[in-house]
């Protein structure tokens, strides 16, 4: 298990362009978060999967953004006409189901850094 | 709404000066509280988690421990390796799946 594996790792985008970010999570956990960090804070929740069921969405996923986990295994984040604001670090985690060893844990991926012209 | 302070913001050590990171909390009612590092451009690394008030885990020159109102995380003689940022993160009773809400961090520095 190479555990959570995200794409692009870097994305340099003109203010107004669409971009999308991949997540693989370990193979076994059915459970998906995105997350939003910024330099020198912590993560911020946006979204979370359980399967291909989004459940929970945070105040912070405007409009602009729109998370997929089809047939439940990787999920996409895409941002729409984005603006200089996005620039973050996008991160995802996962987590084994509720009755899963160590159920609660979230193991995250290495993130996808967003910078926006 | 949950909320996590982490202090103090930076912390420069000597190699083999120990010191304590400290996380307040405030939630209804707390699942778990998690301890992460955060290593530069890098996704954080799962470290430790507490349930109850009372309970300590150790991990290396790292102990975290925690009461009712906040964590400690103790580090012992440490090393520049251990240089970092320290997440720490609550998990409540009520929350759907097993969302985090994270601190701000504390970004240490350990000087050979």
């Known amino acids: 298990d190479t555990g959570v594996s995200q794409d692009p790792r870097h994305k340099i985008t003109k203010r107004g362009q669409n971009v999308t970010f991949r997540c693989d999570p370990i193979s076994e956990h059915n459970r998906l978060y995105w997350y939003r960090q910024t330099l020198g804070q912590g993560p911020e929740f946006l979204t979370y999967f359980q399967n291909e069921a989004q459940l929970e969405k945070s105040r912070l996923l405007s409009d602009r953004f729109s998370a997929e986990r089809p047939k439940g295994s990787f999920s996409t984040l895409e941002i729409q006409r984005t603006e200089q604001g996005d620039s973050a670090m996008y991160l995802c985690a996962s987590s084994p189901g509720p009755l899963g060893s160590g159920a609660n844990v979230l193991t995250f991926g290495a993130g996808s850094r967003l910078t926006v012209l | 709404e949950d909320q996590v302070t982490q202090s103090p913001e930076a912390l420069r050590l000597q190699e083999g000066e120990s010191s304590s990171l400290n996380c307040s909390y405030t939630?209804?009612?707390?699942?778990?509280l998690f301890w992460y590092r955060q290593d530069p451009g890098k996704g954080p690394e799962f470290l430790f988690t507490l349930y109850s008030a009372g309970e300590e885990k150790e991990k290396e020159r790292l102990k975290a421990t925690l009461t009712k109102k906040e964590s400690f995380l103790h580090i012992t003689a440490p090393k520049p390796e251990d240089s970092a940022t320290y997440l720490c993160a609550v998990q409540a009773e009520e929350t759907s799946g097993s969302r985090l809400t994270f601190g701000e961090g504390t970004q240490l520095t350990v000087n050979p």
């Open positions: 939630v209804s009612g707390l699942r778990g």
